[in-house]
C-alpha cells in the first residue's frame, strides 16, 4: 500500500459544486500540505498543517478549505468550484528531522 | 521574496553523459536543498536532498551547493533514457519550515 493514498484519483465535476479530496497516510508523520500544480507555474502550496489542531493558509488558499480529521487524515473542499481551480492536486507529509516531503499520488480534478 | 530559479529547458543529453542542473535561490539563509524526480503524470520524488554544510553523493547522483553563488546542482553520471523526466529543486531557510520550490527542469536522455 502506498505511505501516502489521494481519493479520487480523477474527478470531472461542474462548476459551483461542492467537492472533497481525501489524503491519508501510514508515514506517522505530523506535517501534511496541499499543493496544486499546473504546467508552467509549478508547485503552489494551498494549506498546510503540522499538528491535528494547527492549520495554515499558504500562497493560494482562497477558495479552499480543509480538515484535518486525524494525524493520519487531511482533507482539502473546495466550497465552490470554478474552472481555474482545474489542476493537479497533491497531498504531502514530512517529517521534523529532514522536511523532505513525501508525495501522494496526486488527483486530477477537471471543472467544466 | 524567497525565489528558486530553475531553466526550465529541455536539457537533453546523449545516453551514458553526465547531466547537470542547476538551481538558484535567493535568500542567503537558505539551509536545506532538496531534489525531486517527476515523471510526466505522477508525483514528485525526493532523490536528494543536503544541507548547507556539504555536497551529498549517491549512487549515479550527486548534489553539489555553491554558497557563494547561491546555487545547487543535480549530477547525474551515465545517464539513462528511464533519468528523463523533470527535476524540481526546493530550498528551505533556517528560519521556515516550508520550502520554496523551482519550476522543474526538464530532462531528456536520447539513446
Known amino acids: 500500500d502506498a505511505d501516502v493514498t489521494q481519493t479520487p484519483r480523477n474527478r470531472i465535476t461542474k462548476t459551483g459544486k461542492r467537492i472533497m479530496l481525501e489524503c491519508s497516510q501510514t508515514?506517522?508523520?505530523?506535517?501534511m500540505y496541499w499543493y496544486r500544480q499546473d504546467p508552467g507555474l509549478g508547485l503552489r502550496l494551498i494549506y498546510y498543517?503540522?499538528?491535528?489542531?494547527?492549520?495554515n493558509k499558504g500562497e493560494i488558499s482562497d477558495g479552499y478549505s480543509v480538515s484535518r480529521q486525524a494525524q493520519a487524515k487531511f482533507s482539502l473542499s473546495l466550497e465552490s468550484a470554478i474552472p481555474n481551480q482545474t489542476a493537479l492536486y497533491f497531498c504531502?507529509?514530512?517529517?521534523?528531522?529532514?522536511?523532505?516531503?513525501?508525495f501522494g499520488s496526486g488527483t486530477r480534478l477537471t471543472v467544466v | 521574496q524567497k525565489e528558486v530559479e530553475q531553466n526550465s529547458g529541455p536539457l537533453s543529453v546523449p545516453e551514458g553523459a553526465i547531466a547537470s542542473l542547476n538551481c538558484t535561490y535567493s535568500?542567503?539563509?537558505?539551509?536545506?536543498f532538496f531534489w525531486y524526480r517527476q515523471y510526466s503524470g505522477k508525483s514528485p520524488e525526493l532523490i536528494m536532498f543536503i544541507y548547507s554544510n556539504g555536497d551529498k553523493e549517491d549512487g549515479r547522483f550527486t548534489a553539489q551547493l555553491n554558497k557563494a553563488s547561491q546555487y545547487v546542482s543535480l549530477l547525474i553520471r551515465d545517464s539513462q533514457p528511464s533519468d528523463s523526466a523533470t527535476y524540481l529543486c526546493a530550498v528551505r531557510s533556517g528560519g521556515s519550515y516550508i520550502p520554496t520550490f523551482g519550476r522543474g527542469t526538464s530532462l531528456i536522455v536520447h539513446p
Open positions: 498543517s503540522f499538528d491535528v489542531k494547527d492549520i
Open positions: 508515514k506517522g508523520h505530523d506535517r
Open positions: 504531502a507529509t514530512s517529517d521534523s528531522g529532514t522536511g523532505g516531503y513525501t
Open positions: 535568500d542567503r539563509g537558505s539551509q536545506s
